[in-house]
């Protein structure tokens, strides 16, 4: 039996869905009297119409230059817009006028193709002069509200030459020229938002017009099913059968799953004719045959049990390109006009290249609503444009919404960058709704899983969570979060699975761990055990085992571990502090005086003081003696890394952290002698000498270039010169930085090899004034302390 697969099946699909037209245009042209209009402009008064040149003067001199948008800039620049610009507060036109605009914006619905049930809704924005050579190039407006649609531009009689308005839309373009004699009648012009349109320079005279931004009010904002009256009904059942057909059939055989183990199309992706903005993506707002054709899809969803969206698409594509040597910026859409006739305009690309061959893309997803048009909380999904995607119209129809060029790079030549924004309509099988979500958010995954499992459901729970393993630890290795961290926690215990909780625990990190998740956390321990509990907690720190890195637990979390669960709690806490006191001894290891130095020569640095309090605490918990003694011999021995102020510091912290009866038993007093004794020994040192450069070398390193620095840190030279080569330049670099050493190294570039120059700085005597000053107030500090015991 022959397979058809999933391409050709899109291509039927998009010849009926390419059938679905809305008799309409993206323009629409109306005549009208002028009688019905008042005009009058604030400081000018009255304004007589057809529009002589006098008065045009006359608007202008309190009119002022026109900006223009440039993302999310404001700019003025004659290069790209030179017209005067009035603002609508200014601006009267009578009661009559609205009567009369308002019939004639029915008849410009109809040819927009526009809902019947919906009507356009005018906002004056501004009144436009355009003088002899103003212009302004081509451009998109940008959507002020919501439920704009469409720009009305109302020409008011005068008389000009050349100002003629070109609007274009997917690569088709309408231009509505002046005459050069004087109109009468006033000129109704409008398009939809998204299009493209320019006004080319004015030769003669002065063009005048109002312009308008219109609205579409809609009275039935979910229902679109007017919108398929003209559909046939076999065409209908044709759709529905191709769709049903299209998630049932086999994918092309070179191209890329839409996830880990499917092989069938995820989803149905139908790109729109028209633009929309975040703003006014809407099934209410749906232009034309765009709406015609999302009427289609919601029917078909409805009776295939489809899920359906609209959704934005983020589309970027890379070209390989050379610019080309003989293009005439004066025709680009930037300053296209300047000084060319209308009738000489060249065919020529805008951003002056020539692609030759697409390097990369990538389509995707964002900014969701359901079928009754509210936000949908949605991951950006990527689009499969092989098996997924329907294109009645070329993604680049519209052109780019930005292109940035780059010129050669080495692995490419000269390349394109652009973005396109286009709209879509999205379709699933509900079967498919939670491997779709699921393979693309952590959070979703989860959050829909626990629903589930307490709803009762944990058998089916546990069949979805199976079918996202391949996935699920690089998906939740990038969240973090407490209130992530929690649900997964309990997650776990409603799965009721020791083997699939350690897989679902297994990429978070300890550092999210909350007070909310004592709970959760408490009941895996009593369901699995404090072993089970302490390996998850070790997956958890792999990776962030430094002095800085929180453990995810505090004291209050860990007491409580103690006090809900006490052989299991006391014996979980104990092993935590045991491993945290045991990182903490390797990381001295490999730097013995990493420590001292850090609060010595960075007093901000309080990491080793952290660690010490978060294992103190942690023995006083779960009344560890062993490490907690383990804890004081590394404080108080003959050449601890930790520095009087830091070791007193500890002492005062336990002091007040701690029940007061539990001090003397903890041997906080001990802790607190032994401060005072070495903080009175450091004060009775003499202060370093003006002249005294000497530093003391912390340096481990044996090598012979460590040895060299060491003896210039001991001695009373302040310079250095010492020709080396670049690698044993960047060591000498490493040691002055990493042991944040009073040095400065400068390289002198001349001969070879090039010459380090070493200078000691008076950061050197800053220090130590600031450690004895430190010393000082932590002794005040320590025999307060001491007096209170």
């Not at 050669?408 to 379709?427: E, F, I, K, S």
Request: hydrophobic share 40%; glycine share 6%.
């Amino acid at each position: 039996m022959r397979i058809v697969h999933t391409s050709l099946m899109l291509e039927a699909l998009t010849r009926i869905l390419a059938s679905f037209e809305t008799p309409a245009d993206f323009t629409a042209r109306r005549q009208i009297s002028p009688d019905n209009i008042r005009l009058a402009v604030e400081g000018v008064g009255p304004v007589d119409l057809p529009i002589s040149a006098g008065m045009a003067g006359k608007m202008i001199a309190g009119a002022q230059k026109s900006p223009y948008g440039l993302r999310d800039q404001t700019l003025t620049d004659s290069s790209v817009r030179d017209s005067w610009e009035i603002d609508a507060a200014k601006i009267e036109t009578g009661r009559r006028w609205a009567r009369s605009l308002e019939v004639e914006l029915q008849e410009i619905r109809c040819e927009l193709g526009l809902p019947e049930s919906a009507r356009l809704i005018p906002t004056l924005d501004k009144l436009l002069l355009y003088g002899p050579g103003q212009f302004f190039v081509a451009h998109q407006d940008s959507e002020k509200d919501d439920a704009m649609v469409a720009t009305l531009v109302v020409l008011l009689p005068s008389s000009f030459s050349g100002g003629s308005l070109v609007i274009h839309h997917e690569g088709a373009d309408v231009t509505f020229r002046s005459e050069k004699r004087t109109a009468e009648n006033l000129t109704l012009i409008a398009f939809f938002a998204d299009c493209h349109h320019e006004v080319r320079p004015v030769k003669s005279g002065f063009r005048v017009a109002l312009v308008y931004r219109l609205s579409l009010e809609v009275q039935d904002r979910a229902g679109l099913d007017g919108a398929l009256e003209p559909v046939a009904p076999e065409t209908m059942s044709d759709l529905t059968e191709q769709v049903r057909v299209h998630f049932s059939l086999p994918s092309m055989p070179d191209s890329p799953a839409s996830s880990p183990g499917r092989d069938v199309p995820e989803k149905l992706v139908v790109l729109l004719d028209h633009q929309y903005t975040e703003r006014n993506l809407a099934w209410s707002l749906l232009k034309a045959s765009d709406r015609t054709r999302a009427a289609a899809l919601r029917q078909v969803a409805s009776r295939l049990d489809c899920e359906v969206f609209l959704a934005l698409a983020e589309i970027h594509e890379m070209w390989d390109c050379e610019p080309d040597d003989d293009f005439d910026w004066r025709y680009s859409r930037r300053g296209r006009f300047r000084g060319v006739d209308d009738e000489d305009l060249a065919d020529t690309d805008e951003n002056g290249y020539t692609l030759s061959s697409l390097i990369d893309s990538s389509f995707v997803l964002t900014h969701w609503c359901d079928h009754e048009g509210n936000p949908v909380d949605v991951p950006q999904l990527p689009v499969n444009e092989d098996d997924e995607l329907i294109r009645i119209t070329a993604i680049d129809a519209h052109g780019p919404t930005c292109s940035e060029y780059e010129g050669y790079m080495g692995n490419y030549g000269n390349t394109l960058d652009r973005w396109y924004h286009r709209a879509t309509v999205v379709l699933w099988p509900r079967a498919h709704a939670f491997t779709i979500r699921a393979g693309q958010s952590a959070h979703y995954t989860v959050h829909e899983l626990l629903d589930m499992a307490q709803r009762g459901e944990q058998t089916a729970a546990i069949t979805l969570f199976r079918s996202v393993l391949p996935q699920w630890q690089s998906l939740a290795s990038h969240v973090d979060g407490k209130g992530f961290f929690t649900e997964c926690l309990r997650l776990a215990v409603s799965l009721g699975d020791r083997d699939l909780a350690e897989i679902l625990l297994a990429p978070l990190r300890a550092s999210a761990f909350g007070s909310t998740a004592v709970k959760p956390w408490l009941a895996l321990l009593n369901r699995y055990g404090a072993q089970w509990c302490h390996k998850r907690w070790m997956q958890w720190r792999t990776g962030f085992r430094h002095m800085d890195q929180e453990s995810g637990f505090e004291t209050k979390h860990l007491a409580r571990l103690v006090n809900e669960s006490a052989e299991k709690g006391r014996a979980l806490v104990r092993g935590m502090v045991a491993t945290l006191f045991e990182e903490w001894q390797q990381q001295l290891d490999t730097d013995p005086v990493g420590p001292r130095l850090s609060r010595r020569f960075d007093p901000g640095q309080d990491g080793p003081v952290t660690q010490a309090l978060r294992v103190f605490e942690g023995c006083v918990v779960c009344e560890h003696h062993e490490v907690h003694g383990q804890l004081l011999d590394l404080l108080t021995s003959e050449g601890s890394p930790y520095s009087p102020t830091q070791c007193s510091t500890v002492a005062l912290e336990v002091r007040d952290r701690i029940d007061s009866s539990k001090a003397r038993q903890w041997r906080v007093d001990d802790l607190l002698n032994y401060s005072r004794v070495q903080l009175e020994a450091k004060l009775a040192e003499p202060e370093r000498a003006a002249d005294d450069w000497k530093v003391s070398s912390p340096i481990t390193c044996s090598c012979a270039d460590c040895a060299t620095l060491a003896k210039f840190l001991s001695s009373s030279e302040m310079y250095l010169e010492w020709p080396l080569a670049k690698p044993r330049r960047r060591h000498v670099h490493e040691a002055l930085d990493g042991y944040r050493l009073p040095v400065t190294h400068e390289t002198v570039r001349s001969g070879r090899p090039f010459t380090l120059v070493l200078t000691k700085t008076q950061e050197l005597f800053k220090r130590e004034a600031a450690e004895r000053a430190a010393c000082e107030q932590t002794l005040v500090k320590v025999t307060e302390a001491l007096s209170r015991l």
